[in-house]
């Protein structure tokens, strides 16, 4: 059975967040990013296998070692996809802000 996961489902754990933000700055092997958690090493794996099924991780062998690397495009698709979202979020403020200094003038 081939399971599709849902990429938002993959980040909203906090570990595999975690995970994404250690693998942000270098590639690591799973038992590198294991060494970063309180956790069972197969629970790491699984958050890895999870992450790599939503194309959010890719996986590169060297020698006899598997080297975990985000995938920029993976990445830049979520980035896109929030951003109209983070648009709206900042005009809000923005607004919400300017009505705040009217107020404080006007006292």
Known sequence: ???RRDVFQ????PTRRAILLLLASQ???AGAI????DTARPTVS?????????ELLNQEQ??????????????KEIAD?????????DDRFNKL???????????
Do not use: V
């Open 97 to 107: 802000e300017s009505i705040m200094k009217n107020y404080q003038s006007k006292k």
């Open 34 to 37: 294991a060494s970063n958690f």
């Open 46 to 54: 699984k958050h890895l296998q999870i992450l790599t099924e939503c």
């Open 62 to 75: 060297t020698g006899r070692e598997i080297y975990y690397h985000l995938n920029p495009k993976k990445m």
């Open 1 to 3: 059975m081939n399971l």
């Open 27 to 29: 590639s690591l092997t």
């Open 81 to 89: 996809f929030i951003e109209p979202f983070r648009r709206m979020w």
């Open 10 to 13: 993959a980040i909203a754990d």
